[in-house]
């Protein structure tokens, strides 16, 4: 069974940094094509997609975070990261790993409907 368990959350004043961490071997060591994602869950808003790496290592960024936030995957693919510099108070949410098992069209890398599996979240408070 693939799971997703986020680590790294925490808080943080304006202008500091995190790096989030996913482990994602059970999902990047059987699957040779892949989408993964981060994203997140700000109050009162919609889950929005901030940053998406495929298989082939394309990466896709929200406007938001274009920047100031780094995906990545580890030299093993276990672990994927979002390295997150320069918060800000708007980036407080709850941050959440995304797998599909399919290269996701470019339109499609930040929308939720395509991931098939979802970690269960961590939480990040800028203040």
């Known amino acids: 069974d693939v799971q997703l368990v986020e680590s790294g959350g925490g808080s943080v004043e304006t202008g500091g940094s995190l790096r989030l961490s996913c482990t994602a071997s059970?999902?990047?060591?059987?699957?040779?094509?892949?989408?993964l994602a981060w994203f997140r869950q700000r109050p009162l808003h919609e889950r929005e997609g901030v940053a998406s790496?495929?298989?082939?290592?394309?990466?896709s960024y929200a406007d938001s975070v274009q920047g100031r936030f780094s995906i990545s995957l580890d030299n093993d693919k276990s672990t994927l990261f979002l390295q997150m510099n320069n918060l800000k108070p708007e980036d407080t949410a709850m941050y959440y790993c995304?797998?599909?098992?399919?290269?996701?069209?470019?339109?499609?890398?930040?929308?939720?409907?395509?991931?098939?599996?979802w970690g269960q979240g961590t939480q990040v408070t800028v203040s």
């Open positions: 995304a797998a599909s098992i399919i290269v996701l069209q470019p339109a499609s890398r930040l929308r939720q409907r395509p991931y098939n599996h």
């Open positions: 059970g999902y990047t060591h059987v699957y040779t094509r892949y989408t």
């Open positions: 790496i495929t298989s082939d290592g394309i990466i």
